[in-house]
């Protein structure tokens, strides 16, 4: 017989987690269209009522988002200009009635190459913090997803929080999805930049990550690399080369050809670039 829980705290999810193979439910929208129409044969433990989980804050160590917290719940969260992009990024998943009961979590969980949270959490350096009975650990977040749909989560572990260290926090960004259409699309591609940059208007820090183009969205370090130290215009688009996108292996699918994507991809990082240094309009802009 299949077995449902819903516990009231984390303490007892993890205990519950300890001594079973439990399928975690959190806003259900990539666990019921991966059930489909066939019936449920996983114990499943659903974790919306972990109030405990719900919540982003920040402190002096950078901003915690609880496993719970919602797209919708990114979008109204007063964050500085760094997190502009994942805000951006939140409002293009799905539709409004899908941002209001999906999980940032859920994005990172589920690992599919065109999870819209991955790239502006790369870029924002994000750990995900994971719980099991006995431990705790945190990896950066591109330790966690492994691959297509493969996490380094083990069974008996939940995910319990994401962070952006401090680091992180200050800087500007900027997303930008490309998708068939507007709204309500699975991205062909996207892009995430977050930059700093100094008093003397060069670039003092960048990190630039891009999804849908690889079974694993990437940062980009070599062409974060060149940017650093360059002034903060138009300008920085001279500099991309060829080999600062070699890392991306993007596939032929009904969205794309894997030359359309490398073309797209080059594109849109140049445009997220722009709009985090406040050079065009384009993506989510600095305040
Ligand atoms: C109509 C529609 C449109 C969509 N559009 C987009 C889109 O544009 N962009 C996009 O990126 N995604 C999109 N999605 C996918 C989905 O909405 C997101 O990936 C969402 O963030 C998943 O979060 P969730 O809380 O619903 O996860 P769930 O469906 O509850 O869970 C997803 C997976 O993660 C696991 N999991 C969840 N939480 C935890 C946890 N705390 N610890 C361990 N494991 C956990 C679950 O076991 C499951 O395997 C869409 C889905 C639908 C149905």
Redesign the pocket.
């Known amino acids: 017989m299949v077995r449902y829980a819903k516990p009231r705290t984390v303490d007892e999810a993890l205990g519950l987690l300890a001594d079973g193979d439990w399928?975690?439910?959190?806003?259900?929208?990539?666990?019921?269209?991966?059930l489909g129409a066939l019936p449920l044969k996983r114990d499943v433990l659903d974790?919306n009522g972990l109030d405990e989980?719900d919540r982003i804050s920040a402190t002096g160590d950078g901003v915690t988002f609880g496993?719970?917290a919602?797209?919708t719940r990114v979008v109204r969260a007063s964050l500085p200009p760094a997190f502009n992009a994942l805000k951006a990024?939140a409002r293009?998943?799905?539709?409004v009635q899908?941002q209001n009961?999906?999980?940032?979590?859920?994005?990172l969980?589920?690992a599919?190459p065109?999870?819209?949270?991955v790239p502006p959490l790369l870029a924002l350096d994000a750990e995900v913090e994971l719980r099991s009975a006995k431990t705790t650990r945190r990896l950066p977040l591109a330790d966690f997803v492994l691959g297509n749909r493969e996490t380094a989560?083990r069974p008996d572990?939940?995910?319990?929080a994401i962070h952006v260290p401090r680091h992180a926090v200050s800087g500007r960004s900027a997303f930008v999805k490309l998708?068939a259409r507007r709204y309500?699309?699975?991205?062909i591609a996207m892009a995430a930049a977050n930059v700093e940059i100094g008093a003397d208007g060069m670039i003092a820090s960048a990190r630039i990550a891009v999804g849908a183009c690889s079974p694993v969205a990437r940062r980009m370090p070599a062409l974060e690399a060149a940017l650093v130290g360059r002034p903060a215009d138009a300008s920085l688009l001279d500099l991309f080369d060829d080999a600062h996108f070699a890392g991306l292996t993007p596939i032929d699918d009904v969205r794309g050809t894997s030359g359309y994507r490398h073309a797209a991809a080059r594109e849109i990082v140049g445009r997220a670039l722009l709009a985090a240094i406040g050079a065009n309009d384009e993506g989510e802009q600095a305040a």
């Open positions: 399928w975690i439910l959190a806003g259900g929208t990539d666990f019921y269209p991966a974790i989980l496993a719970r919602s797209w990024a293009e998943v799905g539709s899908i009961r999906a999980t940032v979590a859920g994005n969980c589920n599919s065109a999870a819209d949270g989560r572990e939940l995910v319990t998708g309500l699309v699975i991205s």
